[in-house]
């Protein structure tokens, strides 16, 4: 006798998927390097292999992937470099990393892919000039100027100021 059997294997089609878990979206990154913490998992369970890449402003700098990747979830630290080959334009979001996974189906996609800016500042602020009043006590109101070329990484330039009475008369 010859016996026919049928077996029917459901295709996997569930594109894997990629998140950040860390730094903060936006976050400030200075020299020399930062980390960039990435998820990814296939409910199928058939990672193949995980994906990042790095936009300067815009521009595509580099692609690694880990080839080892595999199970249902992998959990990934990558090192971005400041200034010297990653992310070299300072300014609020001009460093962009995308994350993407392929499964061993081949499934990704659209759905898959995760994208991440941060915010790059690598200049150290300038000191500022502080111009005040002549020496002796100041009886009445006066003004204090600062004055200098501030943060030239775009992060921010905050000055921080104190007066003290010093109880002479």
Do not use: H
Not at 91 to 99: M, P, S, Y
Not at 152 to 166: E, I, K, L, P
């Amino acid at each position: 006798d010859i016996y026919q059997v049928e077996c029917i294997v459901p295709a996997e089609t569930t594109i894997p998927t990629a998140s950040f878990n860390s730094p903060t979206a936006g976050s400030w990154q200075k020299n020399p390097s930062f980390p960039v913490s990435v998820t990814y998992e296939d409910t199928g369970n058939n990672l193949d292999f995980c994906v990042y890449a790095v936009y300067n402003n815009g521009s595509f700098v580099r692609v690694d992937s880990d080839l080892n990747c595999s199970g249902g979830s992998a959990s990934y630290t990558w090192t971005i470099n400041v200034q010297g080959s990653d992310c070299t334009v300072q300014g609020a979001n001009t460093c962009e990393v995308r994350a993407w996974a392929v499964d061993m189906a081949g499934n990704s996609g659209s759905g898959s892919y995760a994208s991440r800016f941060f915010s790059i500042d690598y200049a150290d602020p300038s000191t500022p000039f502080i111009e005040y009043p002549a020496a002796g006590n100041v009886s009445a109101n006066f003004q204090v100027g600062i004055s200098g070329d501030g943060d030239t990484g775009g992060s921010g330039n905050t000055c921080y100021y104190a007066v003290w009475d010093s109880g002479v008369g």
